[in-house]
């Protein structure tokens, strides 16, 4: 039987493996460097439908899933007896797709007698910024703003982490999506409110979000319902209406008080440094912006790459390289999950054991 700490290596080249939503990935790093980094998206095949539908995501990950990780493999250089351990993500997510990734990693690590590790969906999008600066270290805050999470949250070691606050209803990824639909923009709706919002001014009234009073903890269901109903409202009044107009100021609404809790819990934590993580943290405003009141508050901002910000395999690689320092590896029992809680991400992963 595999041991995996009598093995435990400096630099580990550590093969990741995503298929939690529409993304099959994977992805290979040694230490903290991204060997390759391959995805194959059935977002087109999504679009179609205005969303993701699971069945057709599941297939799309059955269909892709051998051939981009050997594509990884092979474009890393590398063989597959050089592989030290298989990360694979198992949760929060598709149930049908996770258990793609799941059942191959586990065939894959089983077949080649390597060490299996379990990460958290979210916990990768956290260590997506190891990546951008490999000599990263705790204590820092993050930004997590994904399809699914909004929060800020302290991280004080690689193993321990406090949640500042998060959304009371929706993520800010969601309202993205769902503004998108109704200014009937194609699936995914995030980058194309990016892309309308660049011809339009924030000139629309939004409703105040949840600044100061509301602590750490954001709202986007109010935000979200006020646009929703302001373009209803002109339509069946029968009035044009600037749809630029309505995605910048969305945009400036949903972005500017994430920046601002980020740099308030940076400030409150006594940390020197930011992070950001998650598929929102892929918009160009959010990140003009963050860069901007970091450098105003003297704070170093870590931000990972675009391509690491939204789904991917290198940061479900980065995320098991911390899991492989901590000695967390799973068993051969490992399941998928289609929900862990925001606070699950402070602990060890179910299913996994500690040595
Ligand atoms: O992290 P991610 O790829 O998947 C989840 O774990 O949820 O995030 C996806 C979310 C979607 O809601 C998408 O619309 C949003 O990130 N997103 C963006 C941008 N790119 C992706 N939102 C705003 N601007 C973008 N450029
Ligand atoms: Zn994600």
Known sequence: MYSPIADKKKNPIILGIESSCDETAAAVIRGREVLSNEIASSADIQALYGGVVPEIASRAHTDAIAKVVEKAVKNAGITYEDIDAVAVTYGAGLLGALLVGVSFAKAFAFALNKPLIAV??????LSAAYLHEPSLKPPFVTLLASGGHTAVLYTKTEAEFEILGATLDDAVGEAFDKVARVLGLKYPGGPNIEKLAQEGKAVIPMPKMLKGAGGYNFSYSGLKTAVINYCHTKEQKGEAYNKAD???????????????KTVMGAKEKNVSCVTAGGGVVANGYLREALKKACDKAGLKLVLPEKRYCTDNAAMIASEGLVQYNLGNFAEMTLNAKASIPLSATLSTPQNTIRK
């Not at 958290?120 to 999008?125: M, P, Q, T, V």
């Not at 945009?251 to 994430?258: G, I, K, N, R, W």
Request: charged share 15%.
């Open 120 to 125: 958290n969906h979210i916990r990768g999008h």
């Open 246 to 260: 309505v995605a910048c100021s969305f945009q400036s609404s949903a972005l500017d008080v994430l920046v601002e």
